[in-house]
């Protein structure tokens, strides 16, 4: 098989990848579009209501799991399960903290994941350096804006301090992402970041309420954990063909 036709044939496999790949997204796009049909602004916290928020979310853990196997257990498949349980927990506004340990703990996987060998890095230059320290420089600027807002809540002995760690955690795994120079992971850490924002606006009356509020934090949240679940798997197939071609 000449160079030609083994590019061929490598396009070939890659087209039937993508397809089979959507096909198993299938069960995360129905759950995700049974949540929007079925939340209302009025809709009562129950444990229905936070098995469907949290049902998408857990199928994309499988979709990842299937794909990469044990390899992601303690990377994107355990930060999608710590997120679920997020969102289980966030139904609840008194479970509130109990909600942000379990993100808190989803960035930490994630961040460990962006780290692996599978996990292309980015070019080390100063202009690259400092992209990195963006998402801290954000972080930081909106804690200092959030700060005076943190303090006038009912636990802010444990907000406080709490929102600057979750702050930290996220940032570290928006850096971790633009390093390793993956557009879907790039991407899908940002956009957490964007949702986690506006979530803070609302849940802390930085902002007046938003009329649609919930569903800009709802929307951005599916699709980045869409995306760094994507990009798990992309980025485990990349692995595991240059691991092909060195044996070949």
Not at 77 to 85: D, H, I, K, M, T
Not at 143 to 157: G, H, M, R, W
Not at 187 to 207: E, R
Request: glycine share 8%; proline share 4%.
């Amino acid at each position: 098989m000449d160079i030609l036709e083994t590019d061929a044939y490598d396009r070939r496999q890659r087209r039937n990848t993508s397809c089979t790949l959507f096909f198993s997204l299938l069960p995360f796009f129905l759950s995700t579009g049974l949540y929007f049909y079925l939340w209302t602004p009025d809709i009562p916290s129950s444990i229905t209501n936070a098995g469907v928020k949290s049902a998408p979310v857990l199928l994309l853990a499988a979709v990842v799991l299937s794909w990469n196997g044990g390899r992601s257990v303690l990377g994107v498949v355990g930060g999608l399960v710590f997120s679920a349980v997020g969102d289980f927990c966030l139904v609840w506004p008194e479970l509130f903290l109990h909600g942000m340990g379990a993100f808190a703990v989803a960035h930490l996987l994630y961040s460990f994941t962006f780290l692996s060998s599978r996990y292309a890095t980015y070019s080390s230059s100063a202009w690259a350096r400092f992209l990195c320290l963006i998402p801290f420089l954000l972080g930081g600027a909106f804690y200092i804006y959030l700060y005076p807002f943190l303090q006038k809540a009912p636990n802010s002995d444990l907000l406080v301090p709490g929102v600057g760690v979750y702050i930290l955690l996220i940032g570290l795994m928006g850096t971790l992402a633009i390093r390793t120079g993956h557009t879907p992971t790039l991407l899908g850490s940002l956009i957490f970041m964007v949702s986690d924002l506006s979530l803070a606006l609302q849940v802390f009356k930085v902002t007046a309420p938003v009329e649609h509020g919930h569903l800009v934090v709802m929307v951005t949240y599916y699709l980045a954990q869409l995306l760094i679940a994507v990009g798990d798997v992309r980025a485990m197939e990349s692995k595991d063909d240059f691991a092909k071609w060195k044996r070949s």
